[in-house]
Structures are given as structure tokens and as C-alpha cells.
């Protein structure tokens, strides 16, 4: 974590420096005089500004909107540059931490003023190879208020929305018409009255604002606002939510920020505070709105309890770019991004004194993000939550290269790992266009999937999604979520296996009746038998969450097969929601003659398992030994004793109820069944659900 602060001495260092350029530029400044900084201006309209409201908007001219389909760029997608503007409202440490990977752009109203900046930046360490120059006039820094929206058209070009500026401040108005021609792409103007820090977009189609949006544009009804911005930036789902802090700005940066598809940032302050309804409800709301990928938003909650503008960040690739105000409370607010963004690099920054961060204007307000014009972006639609593990996990994603260069055919790869194994890869195919599909093996119940996709191009672009890749995965469970036999394989590994038999289980995990029809072995083999089961007649009911529980025996002896192989076999249950198939597993081994002793230990398979409430355990002894049943968490720890003595012989079975030895009920996971006897250990799996 780095707190970055402004230092006084080197703003005195600056200071002696720019003297002398002043004296050789006594023209140019006098111009500049004539058109005040923009310290003569606030955030706030002023009287004079307020009488000229209607100015706003009077000459715009309103164009076609982009193609369809069109895709509004997010914050949190590659951006390529920044966009500031000078006289600066930002402290001159976070110009140079953004200048170390991107673009700097910075407007200034003349050459002289360029020749000015320069200096300034060269004194205190710039990376000037990365910034260049816009020489247009301007009213204020403001540049996100005022400055560009990024665009995708059909034909993956990036261009810029623009729109009428809230504020009667002509200069700013022009900017973004001015950055499209430097940047050499499409300018768009959109007629609906608006302000960058009133606006936040998911890139999948979700954007936000105030109200404040339909109360500057009267003459449009809340439908027709939606439209416009369905129209020019491709949103499916405009959220206009009420301003929760009842300032002047009614900026939605000032509470809240979309820090990613599926995240929301939103202040928090005590319940004495008199926002402090307002801005639960705002919270409420979005911890309960459906993200762009289908389930609800995950809520960050950042503590406030002074009006600190923390919410008011900017985020520009792998790093975050927080206001702080040199409080108690600065670590705890990096923390909580550091948190939800885990690993993006989260730095914080003091504000100059001369132009402190404000609760109603502060770090996002003062900086625009720059879009890569030949911008590599993976549309996906992540698996999330519980997924069923009875098939194949389908991958699908759009790879759109604003470059127009190829998709590398090699570069396009799903990246998965297991319960917080190493991650494997497997190529996704290009199936169509710019489709391409994966797979993700099917798992065992109960497992954690992490993953994330990367892809390249040929302009040299890389990309993955998340954007941060590895360090913050989508992830989602493996459950059981059809009719299924539990377990689906049975191994018959020896005689006492194949004498005694095996249990499996077909359990109903849908939510309705099913009907199962029978049970008839497919093999060709003619080993298996079934012993019993719990069906007494055809067709059979089964309610969700019923199972039917299935005793298959091997007759034995039987010559005549190979050894060391296994013979593969199945049964198959048929129901009105389709087939399903038990594999059953011979040892070969057992067929070429059989010893009928049938040994000293034989620990069975558990049924039900998975379980939720109680499994029962059955194991045989036929010698005297001593015998413990123990059972591990999967990481092997002992967790309780089931049996532990002296036995001479047995066959039998032991209940385990999910608990621990003092009686706690366990957590849902994967725990380990071991029988130790005098001179054999075995050990099987259990899955308990909670």
C-alpha cells in the first residue's frame, strides 16, 4: 500500500522555476488573463453562471447515433491515456504515477502554457515521453464533467459520445469534438443534458445516475432519457436513483462507483448522520439489483463519517487511484478497495492545498480515462454460483479487437483451477466470427472452480477477464443438480467387493417429480447383478430430494479374462427427465479365480453420500485386531473417533451424524473416512452438505 502526499519544498522549488518563464511569455499571459484560470470558476455554478442555464444545450447539434450494437467502454476496461487539464486541480505525484504506463494528456490554452507545463513536469520527475499536449481553451479541470464518452459500434471502432455540459461553460463544451479529432476517431453528439460525475457504466449494458439527469432535461420524459442513452451507448438497463447526500452536486461519484461488472462501492456513515437513511437505502437497492451477470451486486461499504470523498476514485488499469484527506480513517478506506479490488494496486493521494478534495469534488472528478482506440476486449458471461457437476463446464466468449488486427488462434485460453489447486489451461476454439468456446472438465461435487480467460492479438495487444486476471477469478461450486447416481462409478476392486456388493443411490436434486421407469444392465459383460433395491415395482415415483438405493454383486468365480485390466460395465436408469448411468468398475483379477477368504479388512463405501444429516459406515473384520474408524477433514486433520477397541470379528456398520467429538455440527466439505487395523489402512470420501 502507498500513501502518496504532496511536499511543500519541491512546490517552492517549483515556484523559483516557472519566475523566469513568466517574464519570457509576458504576452501569452496577458491573454491568458483575459480568459480567467479556472480557479475563478467552481464546481458549483456561480450567480453570473446561473442566470445563463439556458445557454445549456441551446446550440448542440445532435448526430446519428453509432451502429448497433453498441457498447458503452467502462472505467475499469484498458484505458490508454488520461485527460487532465491545466491550471491543474491535481497534485503534480499523481500526474507523475499515471504517466509511468500511460498517456498523460493535458490541455492547455496555448503553446506557451504547453512550454510552461513542460517544465513543470520535467522538475518533478514526469515521464514526459508519456504525455502529450491538446492546445484548446478552456473554463475549468473539471475534464470527467466535461470530457468524452467512450463507445463501441458494430464494426468494434471505439468513438466518443458527447453530449450538452450542465454548466454554460462553452470551452469545456467543445473538448470532447476536440480529443475525437486528436485521437482520430468518430464523434457523436448525444442532445441530453449531462455531466460525467453524474454517470457510471458496467460495459455490459448497466449505467447509473441521479435524478438530476431527468430534472435537467424536462422536455424529455423519463423513457425517452432511457432511450437516449440505449441509442448512444448501447444500455439495456439505466438505473435513475434518487441523490441519497442532498448536496448541490448531486454527482452519483460522490456516494457510489461500479469498481467492475458485478461490484459497487457505497459510502457508509453512522445512523446519526442525517444522510443516514437515504444512503442505506442506496445500498439496499444495489445489494439487491441484478448485475450485468445475472445475480445481484456484491456491496463494498466504505465508512465516511466526515463527508470524505472516498467513492470519488478513479481506476486506470491495474491501479486505483484513491482521494485521501490525511485521516484517521485513509487506511481503513484503502483497505476496503484493496478488498474488493484484490489485486489491482490501490494508491492514495492528498490533494493540493491550493485545491483540496472535497466531499462534492475530489480525485475522479478532476481526471478523465482515455480509452484504447484499438481496444482487445473479452465479452463473457461468467458461470457463477452453484453449477451443476453431472456435465462439461461451456466456456463462451466474444474476443472484439477495436485494433481490427487478427485474434491470435493460440492465445485464446480458459484458465481454471480446483479447490485452490494450480491453475490448467485449455485452448478455446473460434467457433464463428469472433466466438470462441472452452471447456472446464466436469468435477466432483463440492469443488471451488476459479477461473479467468486471456486472449492477444496481432497489434501485440493482450487481454484477460476479469481484467486483473488470476488475482480475482470468477469462481463458482460444483453441486449435484439432476437425477443422479451417488457414487456414478462403482470400483469392485476385490472378492470381499464383489461377494458383499456395492450401494449407490439415485437421488432426485431437481425441484419437481420424477418418474423413474427401470433399471436394466447396458454392458455386455454379464458380471453384475443387482442384489436389491429399495424400488419395489415400475414406475416408481421420486419426489425432489428422495433417493433410491441400488445393492450390485459380482458372481464370482469366473476364468477366463485377462488379468490387470478392469472390465467396464453399467446399469442405467431410465426416467421421465432422462437416462442416467451407473459405471461399474471389475478388477479383472477377480475372474481368473477366486481365493474365498475373504480377507482381514474391508472398509465399504458410505451411503447416502453425499449426506446432510447421517451416512452410515460399513466395514468387516474377520480376525482379531485393533480396530479405530476415525474421521479427517480433508486436509487430514483428525476430527472424531468412531471406533476405537479390540474386535475379533465383524460385519457391521457404524453411523456418523456430521458432527465433530464434542458434538458441533461440521461445516459442508469433503471429509475422510479412515479404518486402521493391526496391519491395513483404508480410507474412502464423504461429502457432507450443509
Known amino acids: 500500500m502507498l500513501i502518496l502526499r504532496t511536499n511543500p519544498a519541491m512546490m517552492k522549488n517549483l515556484f523559483l522555476l516557472?519566475?523566469?518563464?513568466?517574464?519570457?511569455?509576458t504576452k501569452v499571459i496577458a491573454q491568458d488573463q483575459v480568459n480567467p484560470p479556472s480557479a475563478k470558476l467552481r464546481h458549483v455554478m456561480t450567480p453570473e453562471e446561473l442566470l445563463r442555464k439556458g445557454e445549456i444545450g441551446k446550440y448542440f447539434i445532435e448526430t446519428a447515433p453509432p451502429v448497433a450494437p453498441v457498447r458503452n467502454v467502462a472505467e475499469f476496461d484498458r484505458m490508454q491515456g488520461a485527460l487532465i487539464a491545466y491550471p491543474f486541480g491535481i497534485p503534480m505525484l499523481l500526474?507523475?504515477?499515471?504517466?509511468?504506463?500511460?498517456?498523460?494528456?493535458?490541455?492547455?490554452?496555448?503553446?506557451?502554457?504547453k512550454n510552461i507545463v513542460i517544465n513543470q513536469y520535467v522538475a518533478n520527475g514526469v515521464d514526459t515521453s508519456h504525455c502529450n499536449f491538446l492546445i484548446a481553451p478552456t473554463d475549468t479541470y473539471w475534464t470527467r464533467d466535461y470530457g468524452p464518452w467512450f463507445e463501441s459500434d458494430s464494426n468494434n471502432q471505439i468513438g466518443i459520445?458527447?453530449?450538452?455540459?450542465?454548466?454554460?461553460?462553452?470551452?469545456?463544451d467543445e473538448i470532447p469534438k476536440k480529443v475525437a479529432t486528436m485521437l482520430g476517431i468518430p464523434w457523436f453528439g448525444m442532445n441530453l443534458i449531462h455531466t460525467g460525475g453524474n454517470y457510471m457504466t458496467s460495459g455490459y449494458g448497466i449505467s447509473s445516475s441521479t435524478e438530476l439527469v431527468w430534472e435537467e432535461n424536462p422536455?424529455?420524459?423519463?423513457?425517452?432519457?432511457?432511450?437516449?442513452v440505449h441509442d448512444y451507448l448501447g444500455v439495456e438497463n439505466y438505473f435513475v436513483r434518487p441523490d441519497p447526500n442532498g448536496t448541490y452536486i448531486d454527482h452519483i461519484d460522490c456516494w457510489g462507483k461500479f469498481?467492475?461488472?458485478?461490484?459497487?462501492?457505497?459510502?457508509?456513515?453512522?445512523?446519526s448522520h442525517s444522510r443516514y437513511a437515504m444512503i442505506e437505502a442506496a445500498a439496499a437497492f444495489w445489494a439487491t439489483a441484478n448485475c450485468s451477470y445475472g445475480y445481484p451486486y456484491k456491496v463494498y461499504r466504505v465508512n465516511t463519517p466526515q463527508d470524505q470523498p472516498y467513492t470519488?476514485?478513479?481506476?486506470?488499469?491495474?491501479?486505483?487511484?484513491?482521494?485521501?484527506?490525511n485521516s484517521m480513517w485513509d487506511d481503513s478506506a484503502l483497505a476496503v478497495y484493496q478488498a474488493a479490488m484484490p489485486g489491482y494496486e490501490i494508491i492514495g493521494f492528498v490533494g493540493n492545498p491550493s485545491a483540496p478534495?472535497?466531499?462534492?469534488?475530489?480525485?475522479?472528478?478532476?481526471?478523465?480515462?482515455?480509452?484504447?482506440?484499438?481496444?482487445?476486449?473479452?465479452?463473457?458471461?461468467?458461470?457463477?454460483?452453484?453449477?451443476?457437476?453431472?456435465?462439461?463446464?461451456?466456456?463462451?466468449?466474444?474476443?472484439?479487437?477495436?485494433?481490427?488486427?487478427?485474434?491470435?488462434s493460440d492465445s485464446v485460453f480458459v484458465f481454471y483451477s480446483v479447490n485452490g489447486g494450480q491453475y490448467e489451461s485449455s485452448l478455446m476454439i473460434n467457433t464463428s466470427g469472433s466466438h470462441y468456446r472452452g471447456i472446464i472438465p466436469k468435477q466432483q461435487p463440492g469443488g471451488v472452480v476459479k477461473y479467468y480467460l486471456t486472449a492477444a492479438d496481432q497489434s501485440g495487444r493482450h487481454a484477460a477477464t476479469p481484467f486483473i486476471g488470476a488475482a480475482d477469478p470468477y469462481v463458482f461450486t460444483t453441486v449435484h443438480t439432476n437425477i443422479t447416481a451417488v457414487p456414478d462409478t462403482l470400483w469392485f476392486l476385490t472378492a470381499e467387493d464383489a461377494w458383499t456388493g456395492q450401494f449407490t443411490r439415485l437421488h432426485n436434486y431437481t425441484a419437481t417429480t420424477i418418474s423413474l421407469t427401470d433399471i436394466q444392465q447396458e454392458g455386455e459383460s454379464g458380471w453384475p447383478w443387482v442384489d436389491s433395491l429399495s424400488v419395489t415395482s415400475f414406475p416408481h415415483l421420486m419426489n425432489p430430494g428422495d433417493s433410491e438405493y441400488v445393492l450390485v454383486r459380482i458372481p464370482l468365480p469366473v476364468d477366463g479374462a485377462p488379468a490387470t485390466l478392469y472390465l467396464v460395465d453399467s446399469l442405467r436408469y431410465t426416467t421421465t427427465a432422462g437416462a442416467q448411468h451407473l459405471v461399474i468398475?471389475?478388477?479383472?483379477?477377480?475372474?481368473?479365480?477366486?481365493?474365498?477368504?475373504?480377507?482381514?479388512?474391508?472398509?465399504?463405501?458410505?451411503?447416502?453420500n453425499p449426506f446432510s444429516s447421517v451416512t452410515f459406515i460399513p466395514f468387516e473384520i474377520n480376525q482379531p485386531s485393533h480396530v479405530t474408524l476415525e474421521i479427517l477433514d480433508i486436509r487430514g486433520s483428525l476430527v472424531k473417533t468412531l471406533v476405537s477397541k479390540v474386535i475379533e470379528h465383524c460385519n457391521t456398520t457404524i453411523q456418523w451424524d456430521g458432527t465433530d467429538a464434542h458434538g458441533n455440527k461440521l461445516p459442508g466439505g469433503i471429509y475422510l473416512c479412515r479404518l486402521t487395523t493391526e496391519n491395513k489402512v483404508e480410507t474412502n470420501r464423504m461429502v457432507l452438505l450443509r
Open 18 to 25: 516557472i519566475i523566469p518563464i513568466l517574464f519570457l511569455t
Open 95 to 113: 500526474i507523475k504515477e499515471m504517466a509511468t504506463e500511460i498517456k498523460v494528456t493535458t490541455i492547455v490554452a496555448s503553446n506557451a502554457q
Open 161 to 172: 459520445v458527447d453530449f450538452p455540459y450542465n454548466r454554460p461553460r462553452p470551452n469545456d
Open 219 to 228: 422536455t424529455q420524459t423519463h423513457l425517452q432519457v432511457a432511450q437516449k
Open 259 to 271: 469498481l467492475g461488472p458485478d461490484k459497487v462501492l457505497i459510502r457508509k456513515v453512522s445512523p
Open 312 to 325: 470519488n476514485s478513479l481506476i486506470l488499469n491495474n491501479k486505483v487511484m484513491v482521494p485521501i484527506m
Open 357 to 408: 478534495w472535497e466531499a462534492t469534488d475530489a480525485l475522479h472528478c478532476r481526471v478523465m480515462g482515455i480509452a484504447d482506440v484499438g481496444l482487445l476486449f473479452i465479452k463473457h458471461i461468467p458461470l457463477a454460483g452453484n453449477q451443476p457437476c453431472e456435465t462439461d463446464y461451456v466456456i463462451n466468449a466474444d474476443i472484439i479487437a477495436s485494433s481490427h488486427q487478427p485474434v491470435k
Open 585 to 608: 468398475m471389475i478388477n479383472t483379477d477377480l475372474l481368473n479365480g477366486i481365493n474365498k477368504n475373504p480377507g482381514t479388512t474391508v472398509l465399504r463405501n458410505s451411503y447416502p
